[in-house]
């Protein structure tokens, strides 16, 4: 079921475009929980965008078995960021979600966004119960790349994926 679909969670439901465009326009530093070293994960592509000079973050990459991803220093949790990150990106399972919007809230996260293909009702709840924004099943890349130029006419053009031989 497609986020647009789901029911309001106790007050909560989906922001629209508008309300996620606002959320990438004010902020400046993003935290994606979960970034892993394998070029072939979702979380390594939207790092390399994020890093790209496309997008304009600060960028903590967040995982506890790696010390550096993508040229980038990798921190074992949210705790030990050296800033209270706008935006806490997380590409984990949906099992791991309520405990990683416990941590976002504990260091003053602004929002806490969760990857496609992946949500949580207690997670949102508890989140949007302490004042953070909420955005779940959407790729902050492609919402990026949808408000900022970076979709073009033949798809996701980042120079990252090719279809050359």
Not at 56 to 79: C, H, K, Q
Not at 152 to 165: M, Y
């Amino acid at each position: 079921m497609a986020s647009s679909e789901r029911p309001p969670i106790d007050g909560w439901s989906p922001p629209g475009a508008t309300a996620r465009k606002a959320i990438l326009d004010r902020s400046h530093s993003v935290a994606i929980v979960g970034a892993s070293s394998n070029p072939a994960r979702a979380s390594n592509f939207v790092a390399t965008y994020l890093l790209s000079s496309s997008a304009e973050f600060d960028v903590y990459l967040v995982n506890p078995r790696e010390s550096e991803i993508l040229g980038e220093p990798v921190y074992a949790t949210l705790a030990e960021l050296p800033v209270a990150p706008d935006i806490v990106d997380v590409f984990r399972r949906n099992d791991d979600l309520p405990a990683i919007a416990e941590e976002s809230i504990a260091v003053g996260a602004g929002a806490f966004w969760v990857q496609l293909g992946l949500w949580s009702d207690d997670a949102a709840r508890m989140a949007s119960r302490a004042g953070l924004d909420v955005v779940m099943d959407r790729c902050l890349k492609i919402e990026h790349a949808r408000f900022h130029g970076g979709l073009h006419l033949a798809g996701f053009d980042t120079g990252v994926i090719s279809s050359t031989r």
